[in-house]
């Protein structure tokens, strides 16, 4: 399986905590911080690697120690990185954890929203790739007509899409395959069944510690419970999730055992300090 990820590389700062401190000036002392690769397109490239993709991952980094320390990180796990430089410096995030796996997300450098993206650095390999996922990030839209083009099977996750953003819109439009997290949005199910009768392939919405709900115009709804683990961190369980999903849906496609696969790898996940198991 080969597979391509446009977008999303951060270095992240994770701080724990008990619970999330009062909006008041004071000093907090964590349980516990460490560094580590961010976003959501590492996660995905980090966990189909893990389990046994051959993954290219695309995206900005400055040339910063930051970028330095993601770009040996991911290639490190047998990762392809193509990159383009970022004259805003690598992403970077700080995530404060409480004790229930919830996360607040401040982005000390968010990286550069508008910046003219090289296609064809990844063309050849969005030709003969399975799978292609497309990061929700603004740069990333200007992939999306070369995708279309050479008919490539679109993977996009919508993350805590709420139903009614239009920066969604191009992303949502543009997918063969939909990932999402019944979070924010009040018919996710309605949302999803909508997709599904506009001729996507497959549409699932994670829902945490409840599980996941997967959905194809052959077999209808299908629920999944999650299993239960002890967790570290919650961070890369949507991602991990995706992974195991996409490996298993690309070598047989049915949608109980992808299903099923995704929960397995979201729960090694979180098990994990870091996005992906090692």
């Not at 560094?35 to 490239?45: C, R």
């Not at 550069?112 to 296609?119: A, G, L, Q, T």
């Not at 001729?199 to 959905?215: D, K, Y």
Request: contains cysteine; proline residues 5%; negative net charge.
């Amino acid at each position: 399986m080969q597979a391509l990820i446009l977008g999303g590389i951060s270095w992240n700062t994770m701080v724990y905590v008990d619970a999330f401190p009062a909006p008041m000036p004071q000093t907090v002392f964590p349980r516990h911080s460490h560094d580590t690769i961010g976003s959501s397109g590492a996660g995905k490239a980090l966990n189909l690697r893990n389990l046994g993709a051959d993954v290219t991952l695309w995206g900005l980094l400055g040339r910063d120690d930051e970028g330095t320390r993601v770009r040996t990180g991911i290639e490190s796990r047998g990762i392809d990185l193509v990159t383009q430089d970022d004259p805003n410096g690598t992403m970077r995030h700080v995530n404060v954890m409480d004790a229930a796996g919830d996360r607040i997300s401040i982005f000390v450098n968010p990286g550069s929203h508008e910046i003219d993206v090289d296609v064809d650095l990844v063309g050849a390999v969005a030709e003969t790739a399975d799978l292609v996922a497309v990061t929700i990030l603004h740069h990333c839209r200007q992939f999306l007509p070369l995708l279309r083009e050479i008919g490539a099977p679109v993977w996009v996750d919508i993350h805590d899409y709420d139903g009614t953003d239009p920066y969604h819109s191009d992303f949502i439009e543009a997918a063969d395959y939909l990932f999402m997290n019944s979070v924010a949005h009040n018919d996710w199910r309605g949302f999803l069944d909508q997709r599904i009768a506009a001729g996507i392939r497959a549409a699932v919405c994670t829902h945490g510690a409840a599980g996941a709900s997967g959905l194809t115009a052959a077999d209808g709804w299908i629920d999944v419970p999650a299993l239960p683990v002890d967790v570290v961190d919650t961070n890369g369980a949507g991602d991990a999730f995706f992974a195991g999903f996409a490996t298993a849906w690309l070598g047989t496609p049915s949608l109980g055992a992808a299903l099923e696969r995704g929960a397995h790898a979201a729960a090694a996940a979180v098990q994990s300090p870091d996005l992906a198991p090692r």
